[in-house]
């Protein structure tokens, strides 16, 4: 079992920054790819990040490359999501999710076991 819990999230103008953090409990999150998604409002869940169990191989939806960037801590079990040059389009629900013994960072969120509840990111424009 795996729990995910999000933060970070918040109100942000156009051009700003913002860090998401997701915190993991359970002994498998070094052998879990994670990954971050997003949902707007009338929209389907879309694939933002994601990266291997070590770090190393990280993947990127073509709408927010060179802007974030997804990185962890094994040690303290936690996932980061830097945003940078945040849009107005960025406005969604963000949520972590783990990918339990998976090395590789897929991006369909069919890939994954667990999720957090999510954090809101609202960027005006």
């Known amino acids: 079992q795996v729990q995910l819990v999000e933060s970070g999230g918040g109100l942000v103008q156009a051009g700003g920054s913002l860090r998401l953090s997701c915190a993991a409990s359970?002994?498998?999150?070094?052998?879990?790819?994670m990954g971050w998604f997003r949902q707007a409002p009338g929209k389907e869940r879309e694939f933002v990040a994601a990266?291997?169990?070590?770090?190393?191989?990280?993947r990127y939806a073509d709408s927010v490359k060179g802007r974030f960037t997804i990185s962890r801590d094994n040690a303290k079990n936690t996932v980061t999501l830097e945003m940078n040059s945040l849009k107005p389009e960025d406005t969604a629900v963000y949520y972590c999710?783990?990918?339990?013994?998976?090395?590789?960072?897929?991006?369909?969120?069919?890939?994954?076991?667990?999720w957090g509840q999510g954090t809101q990111v609202t960027v005006s424009s």
């Open positions: 990266l291997s169990g070590s770090g190393g191989s990280t």
């Open positions: 359970g002994r498998t999150f070094r052998s879990s790819a």
């Open positions: 999710a783990a990918d339990v013994d998976q090395f590789f960072p897929f991006l369909s969120s069919s890939h994954y076991d667990y």
